[in-house]
């Protein structure tokens, strides 16, 4: 394949991350190409290395998350960025916060084990957010009496907070307490804006993805 044709790939493959609005597994990418002029899975993972190397120096990445690759805003560039919007990151209380980091650190783990650990109710809200966010999933029931169900988090969880895998979670040994792994995760929400959210946050109607995000920001669950 001659340096043209490469060309070639990468801006296809450019164009469709840009215009996927979500992560591109490598072999999404693969089957934007005719069989006959689909390039090999070591063809295409060069060009992608080729087109992060091309990010280099510029307001966005090229982001390998566990669903894929994507094109987004450079975290460091997310406070300037986030002035074209109006409406204010949605903010999750201390209580959704904290739910959701003792599933990601103990998971699988059922409600009534992290009302253990945290000697608290979960409200149902919490997790029903959670659920609909698709950020945890039921992934069994506990063999006790009753059967509670058991969460997890989900391959949608490790995208939304730009991880590959459960491993790039910091250590607990680096995580003081509940509070503080609830602030981080605040910390990756309010910095996280993709070229996702450019594209829904434009848009009034509330019939489309992101069009009742600005009446759900003025919501905190407890």
């Known amino acids: 394949m001659n340096e043209d044709h490469l060309a070639r790939v990468q801006a296809i493959a450019e164009a469709a991350l840009l215009a996927a609005g979500k992560p591109l597994s490598l072999e999404q990418l693969r089957e934007l190409f005719v069989e006959d002029e689909r390039p090999s899975r070591q063809v295409m993972e060069h060009v992608l290395v080729q087109l992060d190397k091309a990010c280099e120096g510029r307001g966005f990445e090229l982001k390998k998350v566990a669903s894929g690759y994507r094109l987004q805003v450079r975290e460091e560039l997310a406070p300037w960025v986030g002035r074209l919007f109006e409406e204010k990151p949605q903010r999750y209380s201390r209580a959704l916060l904290e739910t959701l980091a ?57 995208d939304y907070f730009n991880l590959t895998g459960l491993d790039e979670l910091p250590p607990l040994s680096e995580v003081r307490d509940l509070e503080e792994i609830g602030r981080e995760i605040e910390r990756n929400i309010q910095g996280e804006i993709q070229f996702e959210s450019s594209q829904n946050d434009s848009s009034n109607d509330p019939g489309q993805p992101g069009g009742n995000q600005a009446a759900e920001s003025e919501q905190t669950l407890h």
Do not use: C, K
Not at 130 to 158: C, K
């Open 102 to 158: 003792l599933i990601a650190y103990r998971q699988p783990i059922t409600r009534g084990e992290i009302e253990d650990i945290r000697g608290v109710t979960v409200s149902s809200n919490i997790i029903r957010t959670l659920l609909e966010r698709e950020w945890v999933r039921v992934v069994g029931h506990r063999d006790v009496p009753g059967r509670p169900a058991m969460y997890a988090t989900t391959r949608q969880f490790l």
